[in-house]
């Protein structure tokens, strides 16, 4: 979990991580504590409620978390008023990945 990371709003090294449209939304300048994930495996009723947030007529409606820069942020934000329990894996998933490379003049290979 993620802890202190401040919201970039005028980032000129790395523009693709100011992310005004969450300081907009929240009025934050941290972000809430937050997983960095390769993947997140959810409940039915978890990938319910995020589905539904930013849409018309929800209690989240206000919210264009679709648009925020940080795709983890934005689940740690949205998930932050919810019982839900964090597992971390014990080993980096990308780490762990079969990397198959594709040859076009050849079979596929395993690296």
Request: proline share 14%; net charge positive.
């Given at each position: 979990i993620l802890y202190g990371n401040?919201?970039?709003l005028h980032d000129r090294?790395?523009?693709?991580?100011?992310n005004l449209d969450?300081?907009?939304?929240?009025?934050?300048?941290?972000?809430?504590?937050?997983?960095e994930a390769?993947?997140?495996?959810f409940s039915a009723a978890v990938a319910a409620y995020l589905a539904?947030?930013?849409?018309?007529?929800?209690?989240?409606?206000v919210l264009q978390w679709k648009n925020w820069a940080i795709e983890d942020a934005a689940m740690g934000t949205i998930l932050a008023g919810l019982n839900v329990r964090f597992?971390?894996?014990?080993a980096e998933v990308r780490q762990r990945q079969r990397v198959i490379r594709v040859n076009?003049?050849?079979?596929?290979?395993?690296?």
């Open positions: 401040l919201v970039l090294h790395n523009p693709q991580w100011n969450f300081h907009r939304d929240l009025g934050l300048s941290m972000y809430p504590p937050y997983p390769s993947g997140y495996a539904s947030v930013g849409e018309p007529g929800t209690k989240a409606e597992i971390q894996l014990p076009r003049t050849a079979a596929p290979q395993r690296v």
